[in-house]
């Protein structure tokens, strides 16, 4: 059963760092991978996805890698804002069909910009 | 584009009560929908998969005579908690993927039920 694991569980930074948010996965055999991002008591704005076969996406301030064989993923905010405070979440999809068709998330980061 | 609604946004019900929560896709056709839940503090888990016009396929330890689910159409979705008690409250998002949104799927705004 694939398992998705988010490090750290929150991080609070100054408005203007760069920073990582790391996102680790069991079972390397993922169709793809997305990172949303879930304001509270919101629904989920899909910030990036990459394929399998792919490395990384790009997005204005936002930039994904995916390295599959290691079950890793990393999401490297540029220039935080506080309005870049939200969870963000990291989700994959499995190369199956019925059930496995789903998203796995993890718990999330939950991310706090001080101004 | 790949707008997708849900409805009500918050209920509040009595146990024993059945609740119905619709999700549309406004401006794709949504071949597949899915529905997920998530607790305080955790992640969103998979509840079911539905494809249009065909019986939904659920999660291990999801009881589909509990939670029904409807694809009716390529642009709706209902999930039904029937006979709801406070453990099922919870927060409920749907989503939808199909036409042009390709792999992605996207998200509705969730449904908060809470179960007195």
């Known amino acids: 059963k694939q398992e998705v694991t988010q490090i750290p569980a929150a991080l609070s930074v100054p408005e203007g760092e760069n920073l990582v948010l790391n996102c680790s996965f069991t079972?390397?055999?993922?169709?793809?991978l997305q990172w949303f991002r879930q304001d509270p008591g919101k629904g989920l704005t899909s910030l990036l996805l990459?394929?399998?076969?792919?490395r990384e996406q790009t997005s204005g301030r936002l930039n994904a890698s995916l390295d599959k064989s290691s079950g890793r993923s990393t999401l490297y905010i540029a220039a935080s804002q506080p309005g870049d405070s939200a969870t963000y979440l990291c989700?994959?999809?499995?190369?199956?069909?019925?059930?496995?068709?789903?998203?796995?998330f993890g718990k999330g980061t939950h991310l706090i910009i001080q101004p | 584009g790949a707008v997708v609604s849900q409805h009500p946004s918050w209920v509040i019900c009595k146990s024993g009560t059945s609740v119905k929560i619709e999700c549309r896709s406004l401006?794709?056709?949504?071949?597949?929908m899915f529905w997920y839940r998530q607790f305080p503090k955790q992640s969103l888990m998979l509840m079911a998969t539905?494809?249009?016009?065909?019986?939904?396929?659920?999660e291990q330890g999801v009881e589909k005579d509990k939670f029904l689910i409807n694809h009716a159409s390529l642009t709706l979705s209902t999930l039904t908690v029937t006979s709801a008690h406070p453990e099922d409250s919870s927060f409920y998002i749907c989503?939808?993927?199909?036409?042009?949104?390709?792999?992605?799927?996207?998200f509705g705004p969730g449904t908060r039920l809470t179960v007195l």
């Open positions: 539905s494809n249009e016009g065909s019986k939904a396929t659920y």
């Open positions: 079972d390397s055999a993922i169709y793809n």
């Open positions: 989503s939808a993927r199909g036409g042009t949104s390709g792999n992605r799927q996207f």
């Open positions: 401006d794709f056709q949504a071949t597949t």
């Open positions: 989700a994959v999809r499995g190369q199956g069909g019925g059930g496995a068709d789903g998203l796995t």
């Open positions: 990459i394929q399998s076969s792919q």
